[in-house]
């Protein structure tokens, strides 16, 4: 009876230390994964430099011009706040800070304006957009993985490399020497105002390509995916699906 008296006793004791233990692990665990050396305030991304391509991974729209190195984020503080922005190797990396192991996801993203000397590349993972004024030099890389656009108002560049595996679009308008652009996803790649010395196009889905081009171009297809060359372009096609090649003036 003594035992039974006090076993009642010992479990309301017990399960009364479960809710603050609960309290101090999830306090503990608040952000688990951020780097806490990462740049949180706004003059600290104002001074990042030394990066020549820029990844985004979260909804943010991203407005990039050429110039001296400056990263501006404006958008509700909350929006800000969540904010993860950094330079790793030679990217700017800009995302979200985690909690609980989850990134943020319930926001419509905030603007950051990036200006910098020159540009390489830019991958796009996220369902934000990325507007660039200009590239230029010897190669420049698009890599579009979400659902999200990549726009390139005006080119001049020796090589252009373009990959889409989601269902964004990427446009380019300008010149480039050579082209060879990758398409898996459902996303385009609008060119109309692109025009390529020579080029290299694989489909293999739904996703449409289109530019202009006066020298040899290898067309692939696998799908129902179309290509469109306008100009003098001698194209080589290789088709399986119900994707069509059209090399016209």
């Known amino acids: 009876m003594r035992y039974a008296a006090l076993f009642p006793a010992v479990t309301i004791a017990a399960l009364a230390m479960v809710p603050a233990a609960c309290s101090r692990e999830n306090a503990s665990d608040r952000e688990p994964g951020r780097d806490a050396t990462a740049p949180t305030d706004p003059a600290a991304w104002a001074a990042l430099s030394g990066f ?33 922005i950094r330079v790793k190797g030679d990217t700017l990396e800009i995302g979200r800070r985690k909690r609980f192991g989850i990134a943020w996801s319930d926001d419509r993203g905030a603007t950051v304006r990036v200006s910098l000397p020159a540009i390489r590349n830019v991958e796009a993972t996220g369902s934000g957009n990325v507007d660039v004024d200009r590239v230029d030099g010897d190669a420049f890389a698009a890599d579009l993985t979400g659902s999200g656009n990549i726009k390139v108002a005006a080119a001049n560049l020796r090589s252009l490399k373009a990959e889409i595996t989601g269902s964004g679009n990427l446009d380019m308008a300008g010149a480039t020497e050579n082209v060879a652009l990758s398409i898996t996803g459902s996303g385009d790649f609008s060119g109309n105002a692109l025009k390529a010395g020579r080029g290299k196009v694989s489909i293999q889905g739904s996703g449409n390509a289109g530019f202009a081009s006066d020298g040899p171009v290898d067309i692939n297809i696998m799908g129902s995916g179309d290509v469109t060359v306008k100009g003098k372009a001698q194209c080589k096609q290789s088709i399986m699906g119900s994707g069509e090649a059209r090399c016209a003036p």
């Open 52 to 84: 020549t391509g820029i990844e985004v991974t979260g909804p943010d729209n991203v407005i990039v011009t050429r110039g001296d190195f400056s990263v501006k984020a404006e958008g509700d503080a909350k929006i800000l706040d969540r904010l993860d």
